[in-house]
């Protein structure tokens, strides 16, 4: 037999020991975040104070509260200006031509694409949404407590009739029967049985702001027409927008602007209805603030503040009658195309920082990232936590963001917005600097013509390897085990952000042009 060793510690000595080791594993196994996205519909950036425009005032103290904890980022784009492209690319991490969810109507996405829940089940998480998917199929890796249905809206949200009539004010329903409040209540009820174990995932998923509605009970003419930022519309503006947002608009270029808030003759608004409708909105904006206050308020009474992160964001912006869009999407126009994004993490987010550039496609890369269950290569995006912890450059997009909705694409820089429609040839170049309002197009302007012309390959170039993508795609689907092909990472030679970092490094040299 051979000797026995014995070690011998001094009385006392173990209990440092047992706590260094303990300590080691902890070290070794980080503890994995919650994780709460809070998403709103169709909200715009100018309702969120935190970011200094022009808005109602006192419409944001939670979320401003949430940015003073957090990080907010300055200039956040949805991946698709409409409800169903966009909040499909949020589940599948990749842009609307590779999922082919166009626009609303379209909610199936194309098969074998990878998703974000089932990502996050593999990694140990419990996932579920309570409103709004607005694509289908719902993965069974996420459950939905509360669906949003036409059930469910009938009960909790008032159709804006009196509205439409030139009244306003506010619901008959009460606050605690109003949806929202009945998503926040359901997320609430679920995470005091939460599991202590294990992490978990919550999609809070608000169907307000959306247009038209009331607000409930006690939420109605909180502001006046004074209060709210003036209406950005001038008399000829619809005919100006592109072919192709006429047509997903409702409209054409031989007919007159039918929509019954605007007046055929000359495109004025009728005054007293959009004004109406422009209380209500940012009433509802205001009711909804509130919402995303109790669902952060719960988790922290919950004593799970530092180990979560919350993102808060919308599916995208609303026109509100700027440039004589009722209010409507459907547009590249930044009140359309650009969204508030926000986010907290304590100890790893900073108290009151700020990024630039985010797309939605982003929130999905951030969301894997932070659960330690990886990127694939075939999603696009990046995470936006990555620069603040220290590990790499994460998102590069100092310079610009790509989106695409129907038959149109779109990229902005930091100056510059490019928007073009290819099977009419038809295309739009704004200088956001010097204007704003995206009025003057520069798309035939001499001038401009390098720039133009280096972002337009560029996009040409991104929207090229998306169709590459989506074909490789539609290719695992239609293949025996395409599915799970498709989760392997790199399959195929994916690679979802090649054409990014080609559109990155045009736009950055775009804008150097002006230094």
Not at 124 to 129: E, I, K, P, Q
Not at 264 to 271: E, F, H, K, M, Q
């Amino acid at each position: 037999m051979g000797a026995t060793l014995r070690v011998c510690f001094p009385r006392g000595a173990m209990l440092p020991l047992v706590a260094a080791l303990a300590l080691a594993a902890a070290t070794a196994q980080p503890e994995k975040p919650h994780i709460l996205l809070i998403t709103t519909d169709q909200q715009r950036v100018d309702s969120v104070g935190a970011y200094g425009l022009p808005g109602p005032p006192n419409v944001s103290p939670r979320l401003d509260a949430l940015r003073a904890e957090g990080v907010l980022w300055t200039r956040a784009y949805a991946a698709a200006p409409s409800c169903s492209p966009c909040r499909t690319s949020l589940l599948t991490g990749v842009h609307v031509p590779v999922h082919g969810v166009i626009e609303n109507g379209w909610v199936r996405y194309r098969p074998g694409l990878l998703v974000y829940p089932d990502l996050l089940k593999k990694a140990g998480y419990d996932c579920s949404v309570y409103g709004k998917t607005h694509f289908k199929p719902e993965p069974p890796s996420l459950d939905v407590v509360v669906p949003v249905n036409a059930k469910t809206k009938a009960k909790g949200h008032c159709n804006a009739l009196d509205m439409r009539r030139g009244g306003g004010g506010e619901c008959r329903i009460e606050e605690k029967d109003f949806l929202e409040t009945v998503l926040v209540d359901a997320f609430v009820k679920k995470l005091k049985t939460a599991r202590r174990d294990g992490p978990w995932f919550a999609h809070v998923s608000l169907l307000a702001p959306h247009p038209v509605s009331l607000p409930p009970k006690g939420w109605g003419n909180k502001y006046t027409v004074a209060d709210l930022p003036a209406v950005d519309h001038r008399p000829g503006d619809f005919a100006r927008l592109p072919e192709e947002t006429k047509l997903l608009l409702h409209n054409t270029s031989t007919r007159t602007y039918k929509h019954p808030y605007v007046k055929a003759t000359d495109g004025s608004l009728i005054r007293r209805v959009v004004d109406a409708e422009r209380v209500a909105y940012y009433s509802l904006c205001a009711y909804v603030d509130a919402q995303v206050g109790r669902a952060v308020a719960a988790v922290d009474a919950a004593g799970l503040r530092d180990r979560t992160l919350v993102l808060f964001t919308s599916d995208h912006g609303s026109q509100l009658f700027d440039h004589g869009v009722q209010n409507s999407k459907h547009t590249f126009l930044e009140a359309s195309w650009r969204v508030p994004l926000l986010a907290r993490w304590p100890g790893v987010l900073p108290a009151g920082g700020e990024a630039t550039f985010a797309s939605t496609v982003d929130v999905t890369a951030t969301i894997l990232a932070a659960a330690g269950a990886g990127v694939p290569r075939s999603m696009a995006g990046y995470d936006l936590v990555a620069p603040f912890r220290g590990a790499g450059a994460g998102r590069t997009r100092a310079a610009a963001v790509a989106g695409a909705l129907y038959r149109g694409f779109a990229v902005v820089t930091a100056r510059y917005k490019l928007v073009y429609f290819p099977e009419r040839d038809e295309g739009r170049f704004y200088d956001l600097e010097h204007d704003p309002t995206e009025r003057n197009d520069l798309w035939r302007d001499a001038a401009h013509a390098a720039r133009r012309a280096a972002l337009h390959v560029a996009l040409l170039r991104w929207r090229v390897r998306q169709d590459d993508l989506g074909y490789e795609a539609s290719i695992l689907a239609d293949t025996p085990g395409g599915a799970s092909k498709a989760a392997v990472d790199g399959v195929r030679g994916l690679d979802a952000n090649r054409g990014e970092r080609d559109l990155q490094t045009a736009a950055a040299a775009v804008d150097a042009m002006d230094a």
